[in-house]
């Protein structure tokens, strides 16, 4: 790596289809205008697990990983996909009625209040000796 290229070792295995291949280069903000929050909330309908045989490679795995509804960050996360090519198919499925997706209330994403109620529950949660943790 004398002249600044990175050589064949030090760098990871390609993926097999780069992203904007598999969202025929459309980007997440493009139809509405802003991306969906990462911690947007999906789920997978009657329709989207009906139709499971006949979607794409990644349009299958988001339905089939979407039976319990989960944010997209952490399907991106467990699919090992790139968090914009899951807001894009997440969009398409979502009009193709495949999909329910659930954005969050902006004002309750920066609401401190929240924050503040989620650590005191995080506290609240014992420790593995049963003990609540309430260190500051």
Sequence with gaps: MADGIPGP??????PAVRPFL????RVADAGSGRALPLETQVVATAEGLDAL??????QHDIVAACRLPQSLAELAARLRLHLNVVRVLAE??????Q?????????ATRDASVLRRLIDGLRAIPDS???PSDTD
Excluded at 22 to 25: C, D, H, K, R
Excluded at 99 to 107: E, I, N, R, S, T
């Design 53 to 58: 045989a006949g979607l794409s490679f990644e």
């Design 129 to 131: 000796r049963g003990v």
């Design 9 to 14: 070792d030090s760098v990871g295995p390609a």
């Design 22 to 25: 598999v969202t025929a280069g």
């Design 92 to 97: 398409d499925l979502r009009e193709a009625g």
């Design 99 to 107: 999909l329910a997706v659930y954005v969050p209330d902006a004002g």
